[in-house]
């Protein structure tokens, strides 16, 4: 069975322009997470979904962040515009039920 | 917000000994659930717990719900040097809708 997929792996890009973050979470599950991981702060939840509705978007931490799930399986995460202090990595997850499935995470680094 | 205190921070081991590490948190908690961390690569599901003292095994690895469903540990008995990585617990409120907290992980590095 396929997990979590997310593209890109990677992404380097310069300060200003918008980058956009892609997740298809594994089939059936009902809830899609957006984390994001660094050094300093650990893992960070950004927003999450139940049934392709956004139930909890506190940890955005600003409007250049945004996210859509047009489907159940697809989910978008989109910065714009990027600056270096958004370098990290993304991870997305789902789960049906308690236990979240992550994906292996796109690693942004804005120059 | 609630917050997980996950320790220790990190741990340096030689191979073939056993680990200890485990979260706190100062509310109660209906899950909770051990992941591990490798390089360059997403948490992956270890154990996952759902009533309080509940024990678990999951071939070297042994998990525990405490009793007062404010913490758990994780142990690894025998490491082996692909034990490396990092480990967080993981819990669900009570009363939360679905999203997870997640303590700061334990970073274990293993010498052969």
């Known amino acids: 069975d396929a997990g979590v997929i997310q593209s890109p792996r990677h992404e380097v890009t310069e300060m200003g322009q918008e980058v956009t973050l892609r997740c298809k979470p594994i089939s059936g599950h009902n809830s899609l997470f957006w984390y994001r991981q660094t050094m300093m702060r650990g893992l960070e939840l950004l927003i999450y979904?139940?049934?392709?509705?956004?139930?909890?978007d506190s940890g955005m931490p600003e409007d250049r962040f945004s996210a859509k799930m047009p489907n159940a399986s697809f989910s978008t995460l989109k910065i714009q515009p990027s600056e270096p202090r958004d370098s990290a990595v993304y991870f997305c997850?789902?789960?049906?039920?308690?236990?979240?499935?992550f994906g292996p995470g796109t690693r942004l680094l804005v120059l | 917000g609630q917050q997980l205190n996950q320790s220790p921070q990190s741990m340096f081991i030689q191979e073939g000994e056993d680990v200890s590490m485990n979260c706190t948190s100062s509310?109660?908690?209906?899950?909770w659930l051990w992941y591990k961390q490798d390089p360059g690569e997403g948490p992956v599901l270890l154990i996952a717990?759902?009533?309080?003292?509940e024990l678990t095994s999951n071939g070297r690895l042994t998990a525990q719900f405490g009793i007062t469903r404010k913490d758990s540990f994780l142990n690894i008995s025998a490491s082996i040097p692909s034990d490396v990585g990092i480990y967080f617990c993981a819990g669900r409120p009570r009363g939360s809708q679905g999203n997870l907290i997640f303590g700061k992980g334990t970073k274990l590095s293993v010498k052969p």
């Open positions: 717990l759902y009533k309080a003292g």
């Open positions: 509310s109660i908690f209906n899950t």
């Open positions: 997850a789902s789960s049906f039920g308690v236990t979240q499935y």
């Open positions: 979904f139940n049934n392709n509705v956004p139930i909890d």
